[in-house]
Each structure stands twice: as structure tokens, then as C-alpha cells.
């Protein structure tokens, strides 16, 4: 079992910054590739990033560019570093472990707007 809480969401203008953070605890976090997903109002969860255990990164074409993922194996932790950010980048942002059968956090709101 895992258990993953995700944190720093908010309000952002556009072109701002975030940096999510995504804890996990329970179990042994450096065996699990990590992702970050999103669902916008409306739509369906779409995958936004994924990191190996390994730390090979790949990115959804649409944040190619401004969005970093990174993990810290030793706090137990993966982020996602949002730059240039854009309104159509207002979502619920879920972190997850182990592809989709696997873990998933409760989300956390980014919501960009002027």
C-alpha cells in the first residue's frame, strides 16, 4: 500500500509558476515509477508526466517545454515543476505510483486565471 498526498496548488496568473509536491508513504516509494495526471472540468484524466525509477522522464506534448518532473527518492517525494503556465492548464493535478492500477493521491486545484 501507498499512500500519496499532493500539495501546492492554488491560484495562478498566467504565466506564472507552481511547484507540486506529491508525499508518499506506506511503502517502499523508489520501486515505483511515478506520474503526475490532470482532469480539467469536463474532461477526462490525461496523463501530464511520468518518471521511472530510473528518472527517465516523458511529458504529454501539450506541457513539453514548461513542465519538469523530478523525484527525490530519499524524501519520498515527486514534483512537478509547472512554468509559463496557461489557463488551459487549470485542472486537478493527481499524483500517482505504479501506472494506473497503482496508487493515487486525492489531487490538488490549479486554477490559472487573471
Known amino acids: 500500500q501507498v499512500q500519496l498526498v499532493e500539495s501546492g496548488g492554488g491560484l495562478v496568473q498566467p504565466g506564472g509558476s507552481l511547484r507540486l509536491s506529491c508525499a508518499a508513504s506506506?511503502?517502499?516509494?523508489?520501486?515505483?515509477?511515478m506520474g503526475w495526471y490532470r482532469q480539467a472540468p469536463g474532461k477526462q484524466r490525461e496523463l501530464v508526466a511520468t518518471?521511472?525509477?530510473?528518472?527517465?522522464?516523458n511529458y504529454a506534448d501539450s506541457v513539453k517545454g514548461r513542465f519538469t518532473i523530478a523525484r527525490d527518492n530519499a524524501k519520498n517525494t515527486v514534483y512537478l515543476q509547472i512554468n509559463s503556465l496557461k489557463p488551459e492548464d487549470t485542472a486537478v493535478y493527481y499524483c500517482?505510483?505504479?501506472?494506473?492500477?497503482?496508487?493515487w493521491g486525492k489531487g490538488t486545484l490549479v486554477t490559472v486565471s487573471s
Open positions: 500517482n505510483a505504479g501506472g494506473g492500477l497503482g496508487y
Open positions: 506506506g511503502s517502499t516509494f523508489s520501486i515505483y515509477a
Open positions: 518518471i521511472t525509477t530510473g528518472g527517465s522522464t
